[in-house]
């Protein structure tokens, strides 16, 4: 590096030189409309440009290509680290990750996996790759052609560890991580561990991935913990679709606590639910008949938000505190925002969930129905710049359906702060008379001129439209115009029936290249569930 920058100080003075040299040579005049230069000058000044061409062929480039080479030796050392991130989490999971590298002296370089087909292969040397699965087994939108890139290449000097996330509901459970990893190694790339698989956010899994960077060198003292969670207090639920033919959906509104972070649109919110007393007194009831009512009352608390196993003999017989002490915590549930910080609430909208049995999920019970109203709800912000607005002069087109409006009329109203007039809704729902969300603020946006297209269509209701695939079909030709003029596709909901039908209707009127471009772009991106 030293030597480089004494080179450029010397090529530059001896420029400044040959400058000066030459002003004192030329007396007469500058110009050529001032008199033409005598044949002997001008043959001496095509001399000076021929020999600083040379110079620079001789000296400049080598040193160009000893510079390449020499970053290639630098980048020996580097670690690189990948993320395929959906909603956000594997992002935040591959920054932990390249935090605690720096913090232990290990240069590294985080970027998203659709980098990685880009990157010469003779420059990987060690990656740490963190990958989602999405639906019912596949990649996240940004990293849909990595797998087909690797294809036919060779990273042989490449050697990785890979930490896998999914959700056990599916069953394609770590599909993509399974896919990734099998492509990595037909590419002669080494795994340096077997496959992570993590379900949700299982502390275990996330205790061996700590393992395994310490093995790389990572300081073992280093802290990973996920960001705290808070208490923000739920001050009001409006039961907003009575008499609809769909279960019940709510809007949940939360007063920040004094230290909220901020969020904006597309953010995701974690909530940790918790047990409903009756619950939690049936199950001690059933799993230690013998404890007094002061132990049952003791253990209420932490039960909450515990893992409440199925009663069995065996379990009967451990003593309860050893039992509730090793309870893992109940998983966080996620939900879109709905909200901007400036409306001075986060609101959220869920649909109350029920299991085979009747029974009223664990999360959705606990906001709109056992939690009180003023009671603390515990619950933490995760960033997912993957659902982000476009810039608000970008037209953008919104589709969703069900409760999945909460995310796009956030989007909306930070459009509508923004003074973004350039968007188009569609949404889709059952009834118009009973599950038309957001009503109010949609029509007066639509008024004001900031939603100068909404469609609506409700299945239930009858007419040419029952889902937002159809609207598309129907209105193809704006379609294509918003499209060509350079709009952006949010799309937010439910994965299986909405998102694949708006897929197909994307590939029939734009064609499926076109609809894997804008992906590709950024221009197309999904939050569905």
């Keep these: 590096m030293r030597a480089a920058r004494f080179f450029n100080a010397l090529t530059l003075l001896a420029i400044f030189a040959l400058l000066a040299a030459l002003a004192h040579w030329q007396q007469d005049a500058w110009w050529p409309w001032q008199g033409a230069p005598d044949s002997t000058r001008s043959l001496a000044a095509l001399l000076v440009v021929l020999g600083w061409l040379a110079f620079c062929l001789v000296f400049l480039w080598p ?164 960001p705290a969670y808070q208490d923000w207090t739920l001050v009001r639920r409006t039961h907003l679709n009575p008499g609809s033919p769909g279960d019940p959906v709510y809007l949940i509104e939360l007063a920040p606590p004094a230290s909220a972070p901020h969020w904006q649109a597309g953010d995701i919110a974690e909530i940790q639910p918790c047990h409903d007393e009756a619950t939690i007194r049936n199950w001690l009831d059933d799993i230690a008949p013998q404890a007094d009512a002061a132990m049952r009352a003791a253990w209420l608390t932490p039960l909450a938000r515990a893992e409440l196993p199925a009663p ?132 007066h946006w639509q008024q004001s001129g900031f939603l100068p297209v909404l469609d609506c269509v409700f299945s239930r209701d009858g007419g040419d439209c029952r889902h937002v695939q159809d609207v598309l079909r129907r209105e193809k030709t704006r379609l294509v115009e918003w499209i060509e003029q350079g709009a952006c596709l949010y799309l937010c909901g439910s994965q299986h029936g909405m998102a694949a039908g708006v897929d197909q209707a994307l590939d029939d009127l734009l064609g499926a290249e076109q609809r894997r471009a804008l992906i590709r772009n950024g221009r197309y991106r999904r939050d569905v569930y």
């Design 63 to 226: 040193r160009r290509a000893s510079a390449d080479n020499t970053e290639s030796d630098d980048e020996a050392g580097l670690v690189h680290v990948f993320h395929a991130s959906q909603t956000g989490f594997a992002l935040q999971l591959a920054e932990q990750t390249a935090a605690q590298l720096q913090a232990s002296g290990l240069p590294c370089r985080l970027l998203p996996l659709d980098a990685l087909p880009r990157i010469d292969p003779a420059k990987l040397h060690r990656a740490l790759v963190i990958a989602s699965t999405t639906g019912e087994g596949d990649a996240p939108d940004h990293a849909l052609d990595v797998i087909p890139a690797l294809h036919g290449r060779q990273f042989d000097t490449l050697e990785y560890a890979l930490l896998a996330l999914g959700d056990r509901s599916y069953s394609q459970f770590c599909a993509f991580g399974k896919q990734l990893d099998a492509a990595l190694r037909r590419s002669a790339a080494r795994p340096l561990f077997p496959m992570l698989e993590m379900d949700g956010t299982d502390s275990r899994i996330l205790q061996q991935w700590q393992q395994q960077l310490g093995e790389l060198g990572a300081s073992p003292s280093a802290e990973w913990t996920a």
């Design 312 to 443: 069995s003999p065996a379990l009967r017989t451990l003593p309860l505190a050893e039992l509730c002490a090793t309870l893992p915590p109940l998983a966080a549930r996620e939900y879109s925002i709905a909200s901007i910080p400036a409306e001075g609430a986060l609101q959220l909208l869920l649909r109350q969930r029920f299991d085979e049995a009747g029974q009223l999920g664990i999360a959705s019970g606990w906001l709109s129905r056992h939690a009180e109203i003023g009671s603390p709800i515990a619950m933490r912000i995760r960033r997912n710049p993957g659902f982000h607005a476009p810039p608000p002069e970008q037209a953008m087109i919104l589709i969703g359906n069900g409760t999945g409006i909460a995310g796009l009329r956030a989007h909306l109203a930070e459009r509508v702060q923004a003074g973004a007039r350039q968007n188009w809704l569609i949404f889709g729902e059952r009834k118009a008379d009973s599950d038309f969300h957001f009503a109010t603020d949609l029509n």
